[in-house]
T-cell receptor, first 110, second 114 residues
Framework: SQQGEEDPQALSIQEGENATMNCSYK?????LQWYRQNSGRGLVHLIL?????REKHSGRLRVTLDTSKKSSSLLITASRAADTASYFC??????????FGSGTRLQVQP | NAGVTQTPKFQVLKTGQSMTLQCAQD?????MSWYRQDPGMGLRLIHY???????DQGEVPNGYNVSRSTTEDFPLRLLSAAPSQTSVYFC?????????????FGPGTRLTVL
């Protein structure tokens, strides 16, 4: 089974609203990363949070990490139609390459 | 830099055929990996390499071979294609074993096996 699991699987919001996606994982991690994938395209790295960090910001993105609960959240503030994409969390356990969750499909209605 | 490039972009195979998916990066990255993405799912790791001459299996290696003769190239070979291998394949690379390095993805190869 997947190391990371995103929730919800799909999310539809209006432009200007905030979007929150969650990721849960099972084993200890070195870091957790969030990626975006536009339809039919490759993945683009958004942000990385280390296991000893609790919160990180990058522009309109805010990521939190709770290692005691083995969970992370990605918040996109003031969403835009261009934010429509699938968002994946990926965990780095130090053993292999990144392990990805199944993603959250975000639809931002203009 | 071209980043991570993959060829072909699309491929249709018949069951039993073999082929090689090409992946190259011009960033002198040590780590390279191959993932497959099935509809509505995340990426699953097929094989990865920590440097030239070194490869290892990922989560779903069966039916695939890899080699890493150079730092730049990391081809993925399908030995005898099966319909279950219909998927989108992504190659990725990152600079070193340093876990905080950003991973860069290629644009993907969409493979259909009939």
């Amino acid at each position: 089974s997947q190391q990371g699991e995103e929730d919800p699987q799909a999310l539809s919001i209006q432009e200007g609203e905030n979007a929150t996606m969650n990721c849960s994982y099972k084993t200890s991690i070195n870091n957790l990363q969030w990626y975006r994938q536009n339809s039919g395209r490759g993945l683009v790295h958004l942000i990385l949070i280390r296991s000893n960090e609790r919160e990180k910001h990058s522009g309109r993105l805010r990521v939190t990490l709770d290692t005691s609960k083995k969970s992370s959240s990605l918040l996109i503030t003031a969403s835009r139609a261009a934010d429509t994409a699938s968002y994946f969390c990926a965990t780095d356990t130090g053993r292999r390459a990144l392990t990805f969750g199944s993603g959250t499909r975000l639809q931002v209605q203009p | 830099n071209a980043g991570v490039t993959q060829t072909p972009k699309f491929q249709v195979l018949k069951t039993g055929q073999s082929m090689t998916l090409q992946c190259a990066q011009d960033m002198n990255h040590e780590y390279m990996s191959w993932y497959r993405q099935d509809p509505g799912m995340g990426l699953r790791l097929i094989h990865y390499s920590v440097g030239a001459g070194i490869t290892d299996q990922g989560e779903v290696p069966n039916g695939y071979n890899v080699s890493r003769s150079t730092t730049e190239d990391f081809p993925l070979r399908l030995l005898s294609a099966a319909p279950s291998q219909t998927s989108v394949y992504f190659c990725a690379s990152r600079l070193t074993g340093t876990r905080t390095d950003t991973q860069y993805f290629g644009p993907g190869t969409r493979l259909t096996v009939l």
